[in-house]
């Protein structure tokens, strides 16, 4: 069975204000959406996404004065992040109000609350009076979806519509902040860099990512990956090696291409540099070459500026196993 795929905001916002499920473009990657007022909705979700319910689910709102509804207050530093970065990839903790479902927060006190960017998003945002609830639209612990096609490949089956918006610009997650004692703590590296936020507030706490009882269940280790494995590491020896064991391997490098190898099985995430293009093209390349025949694909680290380091993250884990 095949999800329906178009534009068609009207019919997105009718399905969802009678309950059902809706799959959305962001600017980050896309969202399973629900109405986030709705415990059928939710639970819906966790059951398509196959995610297990202690995992919190973020919620999407059209402007700051709207989540001013669900929230009890916003602290000083993370107002002046709303401030420069919403509408856009960023997710603020913040305590919430009892409206908000245990079932959203998986019982935790704080919702993730975020205001998206992308256009049609936006528009059917403005046409719902409740915010919705949208993890990203892939099953639990797989790559994240970039594109409607995406979406269709795996859970096709299961959403009636796909609110078709094109390629996600960013490509990555948002980047998950919060605050612990005063101090503005990154959750999540994603697509607003620590840069960027640090720009704002100062020196941030970013949590290790690999912590055994996380916070944030998208700080497990073995996320967002393919399903063949992925080993991180200098390319030119790990390339060297396989070809000497007689094994067929994918290449994923940030610039270099390899003459020596098929097309397709290497791709280059930005022959120029560029990290923005870097992380728009990172899931799709992930999703290619864990769809080519490769036995296994061979990665290496960007340089851990702008957004490499929020790369790095996807691709550690996606090493992880
Ligand atoms: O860019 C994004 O954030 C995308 C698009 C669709 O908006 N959404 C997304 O949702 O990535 P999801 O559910 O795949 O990842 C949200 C992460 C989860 O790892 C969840 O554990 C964490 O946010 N999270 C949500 N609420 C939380 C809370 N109250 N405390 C701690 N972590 C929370
Ligand atoms: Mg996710």
């Not at 494995?229 to 070809?243: F, M, N, T, V």
Request: include cysteine; charge should be negative; glycine fraction near 8%.
């Amino acid at each position: 069975m095949m999800a329906e795929i178009g534009k068609d905001i009207k019919k997105a916002a009718s399905l969802l204000s009678s309950g059902k499920l809706v799959a959305i473009p962001t600017e980050t990657v896309y969202g399973l959406a629900g109405n986030a007022l709705d415990e059928g909705a939710v639970l819906d979700i966790f059951k398509t996404k196959q995610r297990p319910s202690f995992d919190p689910l973020i919620i999407h709102l059209r402007d700051i004065d709207q989540v001013r509804a669900y929230v009890d207050a916003i602290p000083e530093e993370l107002e002046q992040l709303a401030q420069k970065f919403w509408p856009g990839p960023l997710t603020l903790l913040l305590p919430k109000k009892d409206m908000i479902s245990d079932l959203v927060t998986s019982g935790l006190d704080t919702v993730g609350v975020r205001v998206p960017r992308h256009p049609l998003t936006r528009k059917l945002l403005h046409r719902l009076d409740f915010p919705l609830a949208a993890p990203s639209a892939n099953p639990f612990g797989y790559i994240s979806p970039t594109s409607a096609q995406h979406v269709q490949d795996q859970l096709g089956g299961q959403v009636p519509y796909i609110l078709d918006g094109g390629a996600c610009d960013i490509g990555l997650e948002s980047t998950i902040v919060g605050m612990e004692q005063g101090q503005v703590v990154i959750y999540r590296l994603g697509g607003t860099s620590v840069q960027d936020i640090e720009s704002v507030v100062g020196k941030v706490l970013i949590l290790p990512q690999s912590s055994s009882n996380p916070k944030s269940p998208g700080m497990l280790k073995s996320h967002y990956a393919p399903r063949k494995p992925l080993l991180l590491g200098h390319l030119d020896e790990l390339i060297e090696s396989h070809r000497q064991k007689g094994i067929v391997f994918a290449v994923l490098s940030f610039q270099r291409s390899f003459p020596e190898q098929p097309s397709e099985l290497q791709y280059a995430l930005s022959p120029e540099g560029d990290y923005d293009e870097a992380a728009r093209n990172l899931f799709s390349a992930m999703r290619a070459l864990d769809s080519s025949n490769a036995e296994i694909i061979l990665a290496e680290e960007l340089p851990e500026i702008h957004l490499g380091k929020a790369i790095n993250d996807r691709l550690r884990r996606a090493s992880a196993r």
